[in-house]
């Protein structure tokens, strides 16, 4: 839960861009050949209209019943893009995560440091403005 709504509030790639190839209708909506799409992939983590009037707070628990349970349109919960470029590494890269988180919150307790100033910016990937100053103590 914790992992899915960091990579919901901080998605680190933010936007996925797909080329249309030919002209393409969408309903009313001509595409033609050649256009960039941007799919704002953190716009779509954050739309209050789906994750419901606290979706700028950061809460796990709202992923306590799956992706479903947290939002009214799980497709649109897409850390790891969707379709047939999807990321060949997602289940990789949640097995890491959930090691690595377990690796070391059983053996160090973490605080923020006051130093700590919350800044999340859009790079390459979104990052920490400032980095992350954090207080380390061992179990
Ligand atoms: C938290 C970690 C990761 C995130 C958030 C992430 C996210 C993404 C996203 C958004 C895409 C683009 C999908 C699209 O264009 O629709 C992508 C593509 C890709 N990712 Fe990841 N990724 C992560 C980790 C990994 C890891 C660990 C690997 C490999 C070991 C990996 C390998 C790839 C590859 C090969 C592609 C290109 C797939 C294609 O174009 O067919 N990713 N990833």
Redesign the pocket.
């Known amino acids: 839960m914790v992992i899915h709504e960091s ?1 919901r509030l901080y ?3 933010a936007v ?3 080329e249309a190839l030919e002209d393409m209708q969408f309903g009313d909506i001509l595409v033609p050949k050649g256009v960039n799409i941007w ?1 704002m ?1 953190l716009t779509l983590h954050t739309d209050p209209q789906i994750w419901g009037p606290d979706s700028y707070i950061f809460n796990p628990n709202r992923f306590a019943n799956g992706i479903t349970g947290a939002c009214k349109i799980p497709q649109v919960y ?13 289940n ?3 097995v ?2 959930k090691l690595l988180i377990s690796l070391l919150l059983s053996n160090f307790s973490f605080s923020l440091s006051p130093n700590y100033t919350h800044s999340p910016v859009l790079r390459l ?1 979104i990052e920490p403005e400032n980095g992350v100053d954090l207080l380390v103590n061992k179990l």
């Open positions: 990579l998605p680190p790639v996925v861009s797909r799919t992939v897409m850390p790891f893009g969707v379709g047939p470029r999807v990321c060949l590494g997602q990789l890269a949640m890491e995560l990937v």
